[in-house]
């Protein structure tokens, strides 16, 4: 029988040479700068998304999937992106540290194919930990398109390691990538991978290092790689050279590098990554042709005019102007859908069963008004949170969220920071909690201290349900724009509290800020989906978790104690009234606008199902006698998606103003609006808007804190300045709004 060749194995197939993997799993570290695309390698590599955990001792993010291939079980651990594994950031100590703990059988350096030279340097640096390295020369499409000639077999010589060409969108050279992965996994224990050459004077250095150590500190040598422990020692690093309890001025190191320091001065790190940097650059000139360019970059015609001095920032606000537009005119009408099933048909028929079955009142009145009232009534939001993630998302992946940090450089400096404490900043749009969790990839303490307390000012998508209901019930003819201009007010007052702060709290100099802007590109569908549901799932899970709980609290204190006739008289009713002289010059001085003010410590979103509870909306078909019919409502639920759809559908293709289709709305439907008519005006309802986007974090937002830094103080802040802020602007707002006229 003719044996099958590898190219003719299927991926269950087990050639012989990989026996030895069905024993244990394969651990493959994926590893390069940021922005090559390894996360969409992997989640192609595996055939599922990443599971998200943490690395110990840290909250930053560690990402794994597995999968099973030739009978083995291969595990990807999709590292940081980081340009060096140098010690200087918290990403790079995660990464390095994973890389030498023995822990990985093989590395895949992840390379964009349209910056060899930049992404070559790192790859020098993972040879020299002498695990087998892959290198997949991703987005190789477009290095394609802009007429690239890689020569991969002569990268592979002068590397010594496998180079793949990839394209992780369209799986190209994917099951290439997995071959060569396994069959250096497999390689017999001892065969080292070539590695690169680094002159005699180096090489000679490096040996000497090794030998000396083996014999001072065998089990030192036994815990680390050993070539890339002595160019270490070389380098001077400080977090190896007091690893290893070795002085920079020991005898040792000075010995060996007598002769480099007598030839090339003190700066032996300098001297390292001047010769890798020589190495990427010549091996780049070798493998790598490029055609004579005769015309501009589509990337640079566009950064012509969204980098632009004058228009970069017009342009800025302009795009997001457009992303709250659309999320209004496409969100509207599918959350009055969601609101009317909730309020009508599920209402129902909840309290029907419930009754047929015998529960008190009490019960029927805490599962239809409590928890369908209350969780029902926030998830009615979930597509205008679904869709302002969809917009973020394709921002992101198209490359212009990296312009906007860059062109928000100016203004960032005028408070201290830089143009990359804006991109946790502009991270907050989603959701505050990972964005605080961001700002330590920023260099030192008081840059990550600065940037975490003005990231609450920034609108996170728990605070939309309630901009979504007070613009649907009044400011429907311009719901984009007002949505725009709350997310304005947020960015204008972070520049100016970080003005404030600057001069006080944090006293320095701004640092300066070096980025790298990727080129456009344009998300595929695939990675949009799963981003956007990675980035709304929260909103899902917190409805069934916390304000779920905290739903069904809030109806027991609306309830209590028993026997309660007015709502005003309950706890929460107390509680608001009690409150009421705070809120009173601010234009909602009500009990129940104070108490749904509560719940929003606890999470931004509650606020709307606090308000439903408490205004007790019911739909008027559920006041009619008789049994609830089954088929009738669902055909009344399922008439109502269709139109709107059919809604959302005619409002992207509105070509003038902002004014979508849910405008057309009976009036006489059910929900919060019409009673919210009744106890706001126009001018009050803007006020409190803007009292919900400033006032205190919410609960989880201040653990983050704590988590961060260590210490409750920055929490405590966040808290005493965001709540003096909050009303200090709702009541210049409404004041000033009489004063000039405005109701």
């Known amino acids: ?45 595996a055939g599922v998304r990443l599971q998200v ?21 291969v595990v990807f651990v999709d590292l940081p992106g980081v340009y060096s594994l140098s010690p200087y950031s918290q990403e790079e100590i995660i990464a390095r540290d994973f890389l ?4 990985p059988d093989v590395i895949i350096n992840v390379v964009d194919a349209t910056n060899l030279e930049r992404n070559i340097y790192f790859t020098l640096q993972l040879l020299e930990i002498g695990i087998p390295v892959i290198v997949a020369l991703n987005m190789f499409d477009e290095a394609r398109e802009k007429q690239f000639r890689i020569d991969t077999e002569a990268m592979a010589t002068m590397l010594g390691a496998d180079v793949i060409p990839t394209v992780a969108t369209q799986r190209e050279g994917l099951d290439t990538l997995l071959e060569k992965t396994l069959a250096a996994a497999a390689a017999p224990v001892g065969v080292k991978p070539a590695g690169v050459n680094y002159g005699s004077d180096i090489e000679e250095a490096v040996h000497r290092l090794s030998t000396d150590l083996l014999e001072r500190e065998p089990g030192i040598m036994g815990k680390y790689p050993r070539r890339w422990l002595a160019i ?36 032996m790190e300098s001297l390292v990554a001047d010769l890798r940097y020589g190495l990427s650059s010549g091996l780049v000139r070798e493998a790598l042709s490029k055609p004579v360019r005769n015309k501009i970059e589509l990337t640079e015609r566009i950064d012509a005019v969204v980098l632009n001095r004058y228009f970069g920032l017009p342009f800025f606000f302009i795009a997001m102007w457009f992303i709250f537009k659309l999320t209004f005119d496409i969100s509207a009408p599918f959350t009055d859908w969601i609101d009317g099933a909730v309020s009508g048909p599920l209402t129902r028929q909840a309290a029907f069963l419930l009754t047929g079955a015998g529960a008190p009142a009490w019960t029927v009145s805490l599962a239809a008004e409590g928890v369908i009232g209350g969780v029902g009534f926030v998830l009615a939001f979930t597509p205008a949170i679904f869709a302002m993630m969809f917009f973020i998302t394709f921002l992101e992946g198209s490359g212009y969220m990296a312009r906007a940090a860059f062109i928000m450089d100016r203004a960032m400096h005028a408070i201290g920071l830089h143009g990359r404490s804006f991109i946790p900043m502009l991270m907050g749009f989603g959701c505050n909690v990972p964005a605080i969790y961001a700002t330590r990839t920023l260099e030192n303490e008081r840059d990550k201290a600065l940037t975490a307390l003005l990231i609450p000012l920034m609108s996170c998508g728990a605070r939309l349900p309630v901009y979504v209901l007070f613009t649907a019930a009044f400011f429907t003819a311009s719901a984009g724009t007002v949505l725009w201009s709350l997310y304005v007010l947020g960015i204008f007052l972070a520049v100016l509290v970080g003005m404030i702060f600057k001069k006080t709290l944090f006293r320095g100099a701004s640092p300066l800020f070096i980025m790298e802007l990727p080129p456009y590109r344009l ?12 980035k709304g799932k929260h909103f899902l899970i917190k ?150 986007l400033l006032y205190m974090p919410c609960f989880v937002v201040l653990i983050a804190m704590r988590q961060e830094f260590g210490t409750w103080k920055w929490a405590g802040i966040a808290v005493l300045y965001q709540t003096g802020l909050a009303w200090g602007t709702a009541f210049v707002i409404y004041q000033g709004g009489r004063l000039i006229g405005l109701t």
């Open 53 to 73: 955990g943490n690395w110990p001792g840290v909250t930053v993010e560690k990402k794994t999937a597995s999968c099973q291939y030739r009978g083995s079980r």
């Open 543 to 692: 409805a069934g978790t916390y304000i779920f709980a905290v739903t069904i609290i809030f109806w027991f204190l609306l309830n209590m104690p028993w026997g309660v006739v007015e709502k005003r008289d309950s706890y929460l009713g107390q509680a608001g009234q009690a409150m009421t002289t705070v809120f009173a010059p601010l234009g909602f001085g009500t009990w129940e606008a104070a108490a749904s003010l509560i719940s929003g410590v606890i999470a931004k979103e509650i606020v709307v199902g606090s308000m439903a509870q408490i205004y007790g909306v019911k739909d008027e078909k559920n006041k009619e006698e008789g049994n609830p019919s089954l088929v009738s409502d669902l055909k009344e639920t399922g008439g109502y998606f269709f139109v709107a759809c059919r809604q959302a559908v005619g409002n992207v293709f509105a070509t003038i103003g902002v004014a979508s289709l849910a405008a057309e709305e009976k009036e006489e439907s059910a929900g919060l609006k019409p009673v919210l008519a009744k106890t706001f005006t126009p001018l009050s309802a803007y006020a409190f808007m803007a009292f919900v």
């Open 232 to 267: 270490k020692v070389i380098e001077g690093d400080a977090g190896v050279l007091k690893a290893i309890g070795m002085a920079p001025e020991d005898p040792v190191r000075l010995s060996a590098t007598r002769h480099l320091r007598e030839a090339h001065g003190e700066d």
């Open 523 to 534: 998300p595929t569908l695939r990675s949009l989906t799963i981003h956007t549901w990675e």
């Open 100 to 103: 030498i703990s023995g822990e």
């Open 1 to 45: 029988m003719k044996a099958k060749t590898s190219s003719s194995l299927s991926p269950w197939d087990i050639p012989e040479s990989f026996q030895s993997l069905a024993l244990k799993p394969v651990v493959v570290a994926v590893a390069g700068n940021p922005n090559v695309g390894k996360s969409t390698l992997i989640n192609a590599l």
